[in-house]
């Protein structure tokens, strides 16, 4: 069965599907997580779980990508409420903008004031090495400069204004107080800050792709997040990224690395612990309106 492809979600829609979360669950959270390829261990972190599988939940798209498990899990981290995706959706699984995006919306009409996201990506920058976790400051949309942007279609304004600003999109507090978390913890040796790039997949790029999103300006490539940033500062919710650079990027025809999934989830592994201690802390000290 070929994935649903529908373009649009109404605000209805959205309702719909939070209000079925709501109602089978006592936890209210403030603060949303979205979990990258084999960085799910997140998740496992909340206490007091009430867990759902994205298959059983009204709208939802189902995960097809190994490393994504495909659950959304409620729960507490170190008393905070937050919500959890558990798994990703990606354009090249074969679903529109607004799908992959659609768990966004549904994270502002649960309540969420915070998105904390979590992506792999290839390394741009030739400072960076694998295993490097590079705060995202800014992005490159490139689906979206051939017009596949999550907010193409008729606009509702219960979400948000027409043309939204997108210039101050990955919060400045929640980067800085990355940074200082992470020097705390001691990661200050392979924290790093930079510009992600999000193509629409699922081929890896060429040399040439790659020389030329580095000349752009990209420090790392991926394909998901921007997407997911945009519905969410569309609705009002402050963000803050993540890329865990997995494997870096062939930039050079004479290399004989070729980037692969496996590569990408292994280096997922060897990370996770340090990553979710990263964002974890990063909870707790993050203020809302009633805590
Ligand atoms: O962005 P996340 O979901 O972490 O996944 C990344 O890893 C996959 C490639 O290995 C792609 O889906 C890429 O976007």
Redesign the pocket.
Known sequence: MFPDTKNGYTYEDCKATADWLLAQTDVRPKVGIV?????GGLAEMLKDQVAFNYKDIPNFPQST?H??AGRLVFGTLKGRPCVCMQG?F?L?EGYSIQKITLPIRIFKLLGVETVML????GGLNQDFKVGDIMIIKDHLNMPGFAGNNPLSGPNDERFGVRFPCMSDAYDRELQQMAMDVGQELGYGDFLKEGVYC?LG??S?ETVAESRMLHKLGADAV????APEVIVARHCGMRVFALS?I?NQVVMDYDSVEK???EE??QTGKERAEQLERLVSTMVTKIEHNNN
């Open positions: 979990c990258g390829s084999g960085l990508v490393g994504h990703r990606h090249y979590t992506n792999a990506a999000v997949g699922p890896f991926g394909m998901s997040t865990l997995t980037a692969n999934h990408v989830l």
